[in-house]
């Protein structure tokens, strides 16, 4: 195979990632602003409904950034630790790709794809089932008169009430408790990246290191997850189900990963010594 030929490959398999990645993005995204959650009614005496409007403890931001950041922060200076004395004449149009270029992106692409599943798979549940959150009753505020006897002792659908609370904004995040999609990317995000310190921060000198970084990641994640409680955003079990989620994905991502890479370091071998 020729270098032109070669560079066109890498070019192709970038585009491609590309694209693919960013229509995820965008389905997301259509989800999140086209989509209504099912109109879920409730039981006046439900009291799992009756908790206060709180903030968030882990803001969506916050969430994002740490989870995000801190594992491709690592991914870089891993695949740089152990590559960068890897040499070899593999490049893309006349530019040589170091080899540990190419192992953070064939990373990052793994990790960014596994990300995108969470979340679209976060949002097609809640907008599946639609369960109110914890704090409904005090977001939402029926239009009912829940003392009387008419509303007692039986399902109030959608259609026989409205919501009267002045926090407008807030009535369709108030349908979206089932799955936690806070736990479910601190899971992802976390144990993506304690599986994978586990797989390349190899040195002897660092597993008291590595094991204390696994233990950081996963604790954060678990104080996420258990925040969405103590805050009344979800139930506990939409924060089993997300933390599930998030935890399953995570190693189906990096089981395929490992594989992905052996095809990588093939290809790239086979493009050398064409």
């Given at each position: 195979m020729s270098r032109d030929e070669a560079s066109m490959q890498i070019l192709r398999k970038v585009v491609i990632d590309g694209l693919l990645m960013c229509g995820l993005v965008l389905c997301i995204m259509a989800s999140r602003e086209f989509l209504e959650p099912f109109q879920r009614g409730f039981f006046c005496l439900d009291e799992s409904l009756m908790f206060p409007y709180k903030g968030d403890t882990v803001t969506t931001p916050t969430l994002r950034l740490v989870g995000l950041l801190l594992p491709s922060v690592a991914f870089l200076i891993c695949e740089w630790a152990l590559l960068r004395k890897e040499h070899d004449d593999q490049r893309c149009l006349g530019v040589r790709i170091p080899a540990?270029?190419?192992?953070?992106?064939?990373?990052?692409?793994?990790?960014?794809?596994?990300?995108?599943?969470?979340?679209?798979?976060?949002?097609?549940?809640?907008?599946?089932?639609?369960?109110?959150?914890?704090?409904?009753?005090?977001?939402?505020?029926?239009?009912?008169?829940?003392?009387s006897a008419e509303w007692q002792n039986?399902?109030?659908?959608?259609?026989?009430?409205?919501?009267?609370?002045?926090?407008?904004?807030?009535?369709?995040?108030?349908?979206?408790?089932?799955?936690?999609?806070?736990?479910?990317?601190?899971?992802?995000?976390?144990?993506?990246?304690?599986?994978?310190?586990?797989?390349?921060?190899?040195?002897?000198?660092?597993?008291?290191?590595?094991?204390?970084?696994?233990?950081v990641a996963l604790m954060l994640s678990w104080f996420t997850a258990l925040s969405r409680v103590s805050d009344f955003k979800h139930h506990w079990s939409d924060v089993l189900a997300g933390y599930s989620l998030g935890l399953s994905i995570a190693i189906v991502v990096v089981s395929f990963f490992l594989i992905f890479n052996a095809i990588q370091y093939l290809f790239y071998l086979h493009v050398l010594f064409a």
């Open positions: 540990w270029l190419r192992g953070f992106y064939c990373t990052i692409a793994s990790f960014g794809l596994g990300y995108c599943f969470v979340e679209l798979a976060t949002d097609i549940a809640k907008i599946t089932i639609g369960r109110p959150r914890p704090h409904f009753f005090d977001v939402c505020q029926p239009s009912i008169d829940c003392q039986r399902y109030i659908q959608s259609h026989e009430y409205t919501c009267t609370g002045p926090m407008a904004h807030k009535f369709r995040e108030m349908r979206l408790s089932f799955l936690s999609g806070h736990s479910a990317v601190a899971a992802y995000t976390m144990v993506y990246f304690a599986l994978y310190l586990e797989k390349r921060m190899v040195w002897k000198t660092t597993r008291i290191l590595r094991h204390i970084l696994q233990f």
